[in-house]
């Protein structure tokens, strides 16, 4: 239980293009999910957090028309990085609090694997 | 605010050695404390939590005990091996919190 997709897990685009990065949580509902970014070698750092038919919360210094996110769904959460720098290639995580199903705890963030993303 | 402290690395261990690696907390109420593991290129997955004071979490021989008189939850192994190379990072979230604040991680490389 408790798994957590993303995809794609790499991609590499050219500056100026949109990419999407699409969350899923397969086997349980999360009300909530978060997007972090991680610099090589650092640590987490979260960029905003979306809650199920509502518009996202994102932390301070972080762009929300540079980084769309939208949580239609239950199981479905997706970043779109808009008009994409090479300063934006990072490696992005999203998580997913447990909810429903997946024999998940609701304390408890549940992380996807990643997705690398690089702006040529 | 919360806030999570972790120690800091690199640590490395030869193989069959004893691991701590110290995590010490600030927070409001009875959080929730975690030690997530990440491996190279990979997202963080749940190593092991607790919940209340004393809780012992425990998984793949790694173990932490939730200390709230000193406010700890030091993630200690007994005896690791190469493939626990990884960087490992405590957190913790409050009860009716939004969201886990996390420490800055710690990177383990175990050497034969």
């Known amino acids: 239980g408790a798994v957590v997709s993303q995809h794609p897990s790499r991609v590499i685009c050219k500056s100026g293009t949109s990419v999407k990065i699409e969350c899923r949580s397969l086997d349980f509902q999360a009300t909530t999910m978060f997007w972090y970014r991680q610099f090589p070698k650092q640590s987490l750092m979260l960029m905003a957090t979306?809650?199920?038919?509502?518009?996202?919360?994102?932390e301070q210094g972080v762009e929300k028309d540079k980084f769309l996110i939208n949580h239609a769904s239950l199981t479905l959460s997706t970043l779109t990085v808009t008009s994409a720098h090479p300063e934006d290639s990072s490696f992005y995580i999203c998580?997913?609090?447990?909810?429903?199903?997946?024999?998940?705890?609701?304390?408890?963030?549940?992380f996807g694997p990643g997705t690398r993303l690089t702006v040529l | 605010g919360n806030s999570v402290t972790q120690m800091e690395g690199p640590v490395t261990l030869s193989e069959e050695a004893f691991l701590t690696i110290n995590c010490t907390y600030t927070a409001t109420g009875y959080p929730s404390l975690f030690w997530y593991v990440q491996y190279p290129g990979e997202g963080l997955q749940l190593l092991l939590k607790?919940?209340?004071?004393?809780d012992k979490g425990s998984n793949k021989g790694f173990e932490a005990t939730y200390r709230k008189e000193t406010t700890s939850f030091h993630l200690e192994k007994g005896s690791v091996q190469v493939s626990d190379s990884a960087v490992y990072f405590c957190a913790l979230r409050s009860p009716n919190a939004g969201k886990s604040t996390f420490g800055d991680g710690t990177t383990l490389t175990v050497k034969p």
């Open positions: 607790a919940t209340k004071a004393d």
């Open positions: 979306s809650n199920e038919g509502s518009k996202a919360t994102y």
């Open positions: 998580s997913a609090r447990g909810g429903m199903g997946g024999n998940t705890s609701t304390d408890t963030q549940y």
